[in-house]
């Protein structure tokens, strides 16, 4: 069965404390793989698409990286801004629907 | 530009009951999403609309949920009757195209079934 597990559950850094999240993923065939930040109480916003390994997408403070089974997501001298729940998703060769990760809850302390 | 809009954003029901849940979509976007996320688990598709057509449904739990969308514009989510585990909370998305997975997301319809 497609999965997608990411940890750690949920990681409490200090403002500018640099880290790392991972997704793992296990497809038979990945078309892509996507992260989102959910806030509370809001729908789920698209941050990066990754398509084959090695690839990499920047986006301020956050950065995220492919390799065949896994993708990262770094984040560099968060802010409290950054607080926010970071979702993985993949989209497995023969469709469209998303499979996702129960997600990342990030906690940044000012 | 307005986003994604669901309505309602809660709703409580008994057990038996009947919900409809709705979802305006990005203007122009052919493609619409139902997932949910029951507590405690992971973020499930439902369906997925092009235009006015199913063009997945796999993840439909069983035949008390059905999703419509006349005209290939806005879209309703019916369960019919509701039972305690389709308890959760519902997002629509929307999208220009399939494959970036670039979704635009609604904030939710929490579904509580007592």
Redesign the interface.
């Known amino acids: 069965e497609d999965q997608?597990t990411q940890s750690p559950e949920a990681l409490r850094l200090q403002e500018g404390e640099s880290s790392s999240l991972n997704c793992s993923y296990t497809v038979s065939g990945l078309?892509?793989l996507?992260w989102y930040r959910q806030d509370p109480?809001?729908?789920?916003?698209?941050l990066f698409?990754l398509y084959s390994a090695g690839e990499e997408k920047e986006k301020e403070r956050l950065k995220a990286t492919l390799t065949k089974k896994e993708s990262f997501l770094h984040i560099t001298a968060p802010k409290p801004e950054d607080s926010a729940t970071y979702?993985c998703?993949v989209?497995e060769g023969s469709?469209?629907?998303?499979?996702?990760?129960?997600?990342t809850k990030l906690i940044i302390k000012p | 530009e307005a986003g994604v809009t669901q309505f309602p954003s809660h709703s409580v029901i008994e057990k038996g009951q009947t919900v409809t849940l709705r979802c305006d979509p990005i203007s122009g976007h052919d493609n619409l999403y139902w997932y949910r996320r029951v507590m405690g688990k992971e973020i499930k598709f439902l369906l997925h609309f092009v235009k006015e057509s199913k063009q997945d449904e796999s993840g439909m739990p069983n035949n008390r949920f059905l999703a419509e969308r006349t005209g290939g514009t806005y879209s309703t989510l019916k369960v019919q009757p509701a039972e305690l585990e389709d308890s959760g909370v519902y997002f629509c998305a929307s999208s220009q195209e399939l494959a970036n997975g670039e979704l635009f997301f609604g904030e939710g319809s929490r579904l509580t079934v007592l």
């Not at chain 1, 109480?41 to 698209?46: H, I, L, T, V, Y």
């Not at chain 1, 469709?95 to 997600?103: C, D, K, P, S, T």
């Open positions: 997608v078309r892509g996507f109480g809001k729908g789920p916003e698209f698409t979702l998703a989209q469709n469209y629907q998303l499979i996702w990760g129960a997600g």
